[in-house]
C-alpha cells in the first residue's frame, strides 16, 4: 500500500473524528390511500414506496484546526452544541491587545 493512500486515509479518519459522519440517511417514503379504521374507513393502503434521503444541515464555515483556519462543512447541531472552534474574529484595522 501506497504511502499516498495511507495518508489519505489518516485524514479522512482525522476528519471523521472530529466532525462526524457528513453522508445522509437513507429511508423510505410511503404514498398512502384509504381512511383510517379508527375514523370509521376500510383501512390505509400503500400505494406507493419510494427512497428519500434524511440530509444534515451543513454550512460551510471557517474553523481553527490543529492552529490553522480552514473552511469545512459542518452540521448545524455541532456548530450549536459547541463541539467547533471558530476563528476569533476582530474589527478591521485594529491591534490586537494581547499580543
Wanted: net charge positive; aromatic share 6%; charged share 30%.
Amino acid at each position: 500500500m501506497s504511502t499516498l493512500k495511507k495518508n489519505k486515509r489518516i485524514k479522512r479518519a482525522k476528519k471523521l473524528a472530529l466532525y462526524g459522519d457528513t453522508t445522509p440517511d437513507f429511508g423510505r417514503s410511503l404514498c398512502q390511500r384509504g381512511k383510517a379504521k379508527y375514523l370509521g374507513g376500510n383501512g390505509r393502503k400503500t400505494t406507493g414506496i419510494s427512497l428519500r434521503k434524511f440530509k444534515l444541515n451543513l454550512q460551510s464555515i471557517k474553523v481553527v484546526e490543529d492552529g490553522k483556519v480552514v473552511r469545512r462543512s459542518v452540521s448545524v447541531k455541532q456548530i450549536r452544541s459547541g463541539l467547533i472552534t471558530k476563528p476569533v474574529v476582530r474589527a478591521p484595522f485594529t491591534i490586537d491587545k494581547n499580543a
